[in-house]
């Protein structure tokens, strides 16, 4: 399930710098990736898309009663709410298909691991992106930070043990194992 492409660095305004690390957009590493996260990490993460002028901060707050998939599309269902993210193969029902263009943009095209660089070219945030046809965000998954609490509040020492899930992401999706750059930061900047 890892990538084949090689790490780069790009500079997005309002975002910041980033070092992306591809990760494959095959539906079943998807499904798996995305599964596990809100199955089994629900409590640790943050996500909701991002667009400039716009950015939605969820932390759920009990696990999902269910996550399936349908038609393409993955939906993870809190009970009293829900998400669907089209991360697989759509062509809508028989008797009303999808036409190709419209499915391919709802499609994600591209997924990401990233990790967002200070200014001095430590690290202070980690996470996951995935991106339509279009190359709209549909989703990012901000992964716990050593800089900040549960609560998001900043700590007054880093809490390296915090990486623990990146770390494990890495080197199970990507085949890389943990990089002593992600423990060069003193704390994080927002981009």
Not at 101 to 121: H, K, M, Q, S, V
Not at 126 to 140: A, H, K, P, T
């Amino acid at each position: 399930m890892s990538a084949t492409r090689e790490p780069r660095i790009v500079h997005e305004p309002g975002n910041g710098t980033l070092e992306i690390f591809p990760l494959s957009t095959e539906e079943e590493t998807l499904v798996a990736l995305m599964t596990e996260l809100f199955r089994d990490h629900w409590d640790k993460i943050i996500f909701g898309p991002l667009i400039q002028g716009a950015v939605f901060e969820i932390k759920a707050t009990e696990p999902p009663k269910r996550i399936s998939m349908l038609d393409g599309y993955l939906t993870v269902d809190f009970g009293v709410w829900h998400f669907h993210v089209c991360i697989g193969e759509h062509r809508g029902s028989k008797n009303n298909p999808t036409d190709p263009e419209l499915a391919r943009i709802r499609r994600t095209a591209r997924a990401e691991f990233y990790r967002r660089l200070n200014p001095d070219g430590s690290v202070g945030s980690w996470g996951i992106r995935l991106f339509n046809g279009r190359d709209e965000n549909q989703i990012y998954i901000f992964l716990p930070n050593p800089f900040l609490s549960d609560e998001m509040k900043f700590l007054k020492q880093p809490d390296w043990s915090r990486l623990a899930l990146w770390d494990d992401l890495r080197q199970r999706y990507l085949d890389l194992p943990p990089d002593p750059k992600d423990r060069s930061g003193r704390t994080m900047f927002h981009g």
